[in-house]
C-alpha cells in the first residue's frame, strides 16, 4: 500500500508508474483518490489489487463503506510523510495505521520518504516505526549541485516585465514551471503570459481534478511548455525536461524553496532555478543564503546586505546553521552530543549516512541490503 500526500494527480502519476514497473507481472496496481468516480475505483479494486496508491481522504471513505480491508497489507509507504502529519492528516493517518485492522508495526515493513523531516515531524512519526534506519541520501534539506540557482532582486511591480525578459531570453530549453504563492495569481499571471503569446497553463488547488489532470497533460507533453503552480506542484511532481523552476513568489519556508526547485535536476539532469528576491522576503534571507553556500552557488552582495540588516537589527542568524540540524539530517529521537554519531534510544532505531550506520552494536548496515537489517525503516 501507498499513501500519498493529499494531492490526487500525484497519486495518479505514482499510479502510473507502477503500472509500468508492474507490466507484464501478476502484481495488479489501482489507485483511489478523490474528486473522482468512487463506483469506479470499487470496480477496479474489485478486480484484484496488490498495490494500492491512495490519499488519505479517499481511503478512510472506503474502510468506511467497508470496500477495502488493510488485514493484508505487507508494506505500508507514507510519501510526502512530513506534509501528511504537518497539514491536518495525523487523524486519518493515525486512524490508518492504528485504529484498523492494519497488521502490527512489528508485522509490516514501513517506509518513510521526504526530503526534509522537521524535528517535531520526526516526533509523530515514532508512532508508526520500530527498529527503524533513518538513512540520509545526500544532505537532507539541501539542494542538488546540478542546480543552477540564480537570486534576482525584483520588486513585486516589475515582476512581470522581468518574467518576459526571462522567457524571452531562451537562456534554457525545456519546460518552465513557475510557482506563486496564490490560486488568483496562478491563473492572471497565466492569462497574462497567454496575452503575451507564450502558451501557458496554471493549476492550483480550486482547479477541478480533470483540469489539473488536463494542465499537467498539456504541461508534460509540451503542447504548453510553460506552467504556472502553486505549492500544490512543490513536491512529488516528477516530469521529464523541466529545465527552469522560477519561483515568481518565494515561500516563507525555506523547506518549501528546496522542494520547488528539485523539480528540476533530476535523475542527474541539470537545471536552472531561479527565484525573485525582494526586502518582503527577507524572512528567509539567512536560510537561503546557507542553501546557497552549501551547493556552492553565487550569492549576489544585496542578499548578504539584507542578512546583515536583519541580524543587526535583532533578526536571527543563519536560520538552520552549519550542519544541518534543522533541515531534518539528523534523527533528532536519539539522544547524542554528536549529531553525526547518533546512538540508540526510543524505537530501537539506527542511522545510515550515505551507506555508512552508526549504531550501539557497531554492526555495518552498509555491507547488508537494507531489507535485511529491520522490519521497518524511515526513509
Not at 246 to 267: E, F, K, M, N, Q
Request: aromatic share 8%; net charge neutral; hydrophobic share 35%.
Amino acid at each position: 500500500m501507498f499513501i500519498r500526500f493529499r494531492t490526487p494527480f500525484l497519486s495518479v502519476l505514482i499510479y502510473d508508474e507502477a503500472k509500468k514497473f508492474a507490466y507484464r507481472s501478476w502484481v495488479k496496481p489501482a489507485v483511489v483518490y478523490g474528486g473522482a468516480d468512487i463506483g469506479a475505483q470499487i470496480r477496479n479494486i474489485e478486480r484484484g489489487c496488490d498495490l494500492l496508491v491512495a490519499t488519505p481522504g479517499r481511503l478512510v471513505d472506503l474502510i468506511e463503506r467497508a470496500r477495502i480491508s488493510l488485514s493484508l497489507v505487507r508494506f505500508l509507504v507514507l510519501d510526502e510523510a512530513d506534509r501528511m502529519l504537518d497539514m491536518g492528516f495525523e487523524p486519518q493517518i493515525r486512524r490508518i495505521v492504528e485504529k484498523e485492522d492494519m497488521p502490527r508495526v512489528e508485522d509490516r515493513v514501513t517506509l518513510m520518504f521526504s526530503a526534509t523531516f522537521p524535528r517535531d515531524i520526526q516526533y509523530l512519526a515514532r508512532d508508526f516505526l520500530k527498529d527503524y534506519i533513518f538513512l540520509s541520501v545526500g544532505r537532507v534539506g539541501s539542494t542538488s549541485e546540478n542546480i543552477t540557482q540564480k537570486v534576482e532582486h525584483v520588486e513585486d511591480e516589475d515582476k512581470r516585465s522581468v518574467l518576459l525578459d526571462i522567457l524571452h531570453s531562451n537562456e534554457v530549453a525545456g519546460l518552465s514551471l513557475i510557482f506563486v504563492e496564490t490560486k488568483r495569481m496562478a491563473d492572471a499571471l497565466s492569462d497574462f503570459l497567454l496575452d503575451h503569446n507564450f502558451p501557458a497553463t496554471a493549476i492550483h488547488g480550486d482547479r477541478t481534478q480533470r483540469e489539473r489532470e488536463r494542465a499537467l497533460e498539456s504541461f508534460k507533453t509540451g503542447r504548453t511548455p510553460i506552467m504556472v503552480a502553486t505549492a500544490v506542484a512543490a513536491r512529488g511532481l516528477d516530469i521529464a525536461n523541466v529545465s527552469h523552476v522560477i519561483s515568481y513568489d518565494l515561500p516563507t519556508d525555506i523547506d518549501d524553496y528546496v522542494h520547488r526547485i528539485g523539480r528540476t535536476g533530476r535523475a542527474g539532469n541539470t537545471g536552472l532555478a531561479t527565484a525573485f528576491f525582494n526586502r518582503g522576503n527577507k524572512n528567509i534571507v539567512n536560510d537561503l543564503i546557507t542553501i546557497l553556500e552549501e551547493a556552492n552557488q553565487y550569492i549576489p552582495p544585496f542578499l548578504e546586505s539584507i542578512a546583515r540588516e536583519t541580524r543587526s537589527f535583532g533578526g536571527r542568524g543563519r536560520g538552520r546553521g552549519r550542519g544541518g540540524n534543522n533541515f531534518g539530517g539528523r534523527d533528532y529521537r536519539k539522544p547524542t552530543n554528536d549529531w553525526n554519531s547518533p546512538r540508540d534510544s526510543l524505537g530501537g532505531g539506527r542511522t545510515t549516512h550515505g551507506g555508512h550506520s552508526n549504531t550501539n552494536n557497531n554492526s555495518n548496515i552498509g555491507n547488508v541490503p537494507l531489507q535485511y537489517q529491520t522490519k521497518t525503516s524511515w526513509f
